[in-house]
T-cell receptor, first 113, second 114 residues
């Protein structure tokens, strides 16, 4: 059965800390791995990863995919209180419904001032 | 980027009534749309895949007669929760696929059934 596992499920840090969020997967016909940030409403897109070893960066956030070991990490440096959210990892796969994503349970990040 | 809208963003209804939620792709066409449900402190769970011009595909455990999906055009899919009960209270989110495996989410609809 396809699955996406995120760890930790919950994390509390202080402003300025660096955090690493993990996402491992077992998905047939892997297509892409996506990271989303979810605050009060629908998820907002962060990154889409399709190739191993190529880091994607956006400001203080970065992510990388390892297709051999079947995992991805999301790094956030110099965290701010506005980074507090649930971070969702999702994997898209070929076959079945086009674009269907399998979500992990999310990591709840709390950044204290 | 592509935009997906949902309406309403928030709805309260009485137990036993039906509620319709609309999902629109505003600047692109979507032959497929997805409906997710999210309970508090849980992740998104796929309910069904909406296909333009054909029947929706439901995930295991989702009652197709309770959650009616109509994908009447290339820009509109609707989810109707029939005979809603308090346990149907949840956050419903739709999405539409873009290129390369991207997916664009609507802002979500908060349903509260009293």
């Amino acid at each position: 059965e396809d699955k996406v596992v995120q760890s930790p499920l919950s994390l509390v840090v202080h402003e300025g800390d660096t955090v690493t969020l993990n996402c491992s997967y077992e998905v047939t016909n892997f297509r892409s791995l996506l990271w989303y940030k979810q605050e009060k409403k629908a998820p907002t897109f962060l990154f889409m990863l399709t190739s191993s070893g190529i880091e994607k960066k956006s400001g203080r956030l970065s992510s990388i995919l390892d297709k051999k070991e079947l995992f991805s990490i999301l790094n956030i440096t110099a965290t701010q209180t506005g980074d507090s959210a649930i971070y969702l990892c999702a994997v898209g796969h070929y076959g079945g419904s086009q674009g269907n994503l399998i979500f992990g349970k999310g990591t709840k990040l709390s950044v204290k001032p | 980027g592509a935009v997906v809208s949902q309406h309403p963003s928030w709805v309260i209804c009485k137990s036993g009534t039906s509620v319709k939620i609309e999902c629109r792709s505003l600047d692109f066409q979507a032959t497929t749309m997805f409906w997710y449900r999210q309970f508090p402190k849980q992740s998104l769970m796929l309910m069904a895949t909406s296909n333009e011009g054909s029947k929706a595909t439901y995930e295991q455990g989702v009652e197709k007669d309770k959650f009616l999906i109509n994908h009447a055009s290339l820009t509109l899919s609707t989810l109707t929760v029939t005979s809603a009960h308090p346990e149907d209270s949840s956050f419903y989110i739709c999405s539409a696929p873009g290129t390369g495996g991207m997916q664009y989410f609507g802002p979500g609809t908060r349903l509260t059934v009293t």
